[in-house]
């Protein structure tokens, strides 16, 4: 007789780090897309307006996706005023009529689309994107303008609220097509954004005005009502600011999808000239080949292989300067030039004439070396030379310190780097897998270097130093300073100390934290690299003009 199973049924497997970040990030974006709430969204729709995301939606083409940029912008920030979810705009770039246009949507359901310090800075870095890209830009505009208890956080500084009117007129010069649409509320100095775009429609029940019905009477006296001051059919008729008025959101974003197919196409970038089919990458897992917390070695072939048509790569120096993978492909079809940390521990060949008997030594993965680095600014200057784009994959701990590293000259070589990493003129994309650390940020081409899209995974820790490091050196200067006023702390003190620097400096290595002040321009999953990275190089493909290469002075 067969006796019953009593034993105890097993355990349910563990949650990897990377299910939790996933789900988490998940779970995150949806607070984001909620805006205002629901209660704020049907303030909207009782309007007879669409929301920011339904606008975009039904502006798309059908079935194809809209890569939002800068979700995260102001997460868990102004929260003494009831926060700014996604900065209060939702911007992205989309497909209308076969073709990638910048958008740029306030939320009405967020402060009724007021503009925070971050949603001005959020604003002109996709309108940078634009001018960059030459890519075509929609406005979709239903702001109440400037949130006036911050106004002198918005208003007078070089990348504050004026500068989105100097792009729009940067961008009108460049001839980059520029449709607005205005959707409701367009007031104050907002005023400007549409007016000065190419084309401007608006809907019945807009308003578009200098200063509110509220406002003239308090500066002026004079009464009048919202429709004479600034309503669609005053624009249209009278002061002629608008060229289309419609009746509401459906038939202004039909407009908008009519006279977009109307454009011409400009020419595309050199590179993208040479694009040829796209082939499929090897199917990988990524978040199985690298570890969430940083601390499984892997090799980034793998990851660059699992990113590129067909898998193939042709590595530059490959026996050389190991701790930087440098190498040309092709990713959906376009030429692309990768610079990558590696992340193996590697056994280094030395020069002869050293210490008796010693020929090698252990270089460490994520470390840039003397050498690796005099590679990787050759590199680049051939990758220029050749007219094709650059990738880096960034998971740096930063430069070798330490006495052999300074006496082989790593300041120097470094800046080199550097030095062609700034002066790059082929577009530039950065995707931070790992830690972003130091110096290493740099080299790696980080937002201070202009790179034309950043994306990071949740993996990613942006900071000057890892942690623990940080932590450590933080809390030592802490207690100096105790000391020198008196306090001798205990042990028990002292580890209280190092949990609040070390939970603060954790809090500030989180990606979110990173993606709220637009560090990176979005938080992406792992697995969706390869799409996100051949859509970004579709969006750089659209513009033609590449400038002449030139370095300057080197430390040779």
Known sequence: MTQPDTSAPPAPPTRSAWQDALERLATDRLTVHAGGGARAQQRQHDKNRLTARERIRQ???DGTPFDELMTFAGWEMYQDVGGCPSGGTVTGIGQIQGRPWMIIANDATVKAGAFFPITAKKVIRAQTIALENHLPVVYLVDSAGVYLPMQDEIFPDQDDFGRVFYLNARM??????QIAAIMGNCVAGGAYL?????????TEGSGLYLAGPALVKAAIGQVVDSEDLGGASMHASIAGTVDYK???DAAALRRIRALADLYAQGESAPFARRRKETLPAPERDLTDLVGFDGSKTYDVRDLITALVDGGEFHEFKAEYGETLVCGFARAGGFPVAFVANQRTVIKKKLKSGGEPGLRTRIEVGGVIYGDSADKAARFIMDANQAGVPLVFLSDVTGFMVGRDSEQEGIIRRGAKLVNAVSNTVVPKITIITGGSFGAGNYA???KAYAPRFLFAW????????SGNAAAKTLMDIQLAALKRAGTEPDDEDILRLYDEVKSKYDTELDPRYAAARLWVDEIIQPNDT???LI???EACAQNPHQDEFRVGVFQV
């Not at 009108?172 to 097509?177: H, M």
């Not at 000065?196 to 429609?201: A, N, P, Y």
């Open 246 to 248: 419609e009746p509401d």
């Open 535 to 537: 859509r970004a190089l």
């Open 59 to 61: 502006l798309l083409d």
């Open 444 to 446: 790696m081409n980080g």
């Open 194 to 202: 549409p007016v000065m775009c190419d084309t401007l429609i608006m």
């Open 172 to 177: 009108s010069a460049r001839g980059i097509p």
């Open 458 to 465: 949740p993996s990613a820790k942006y900071a000057v130093m």
């Open 530 to 532: 390869r799409d996100r």
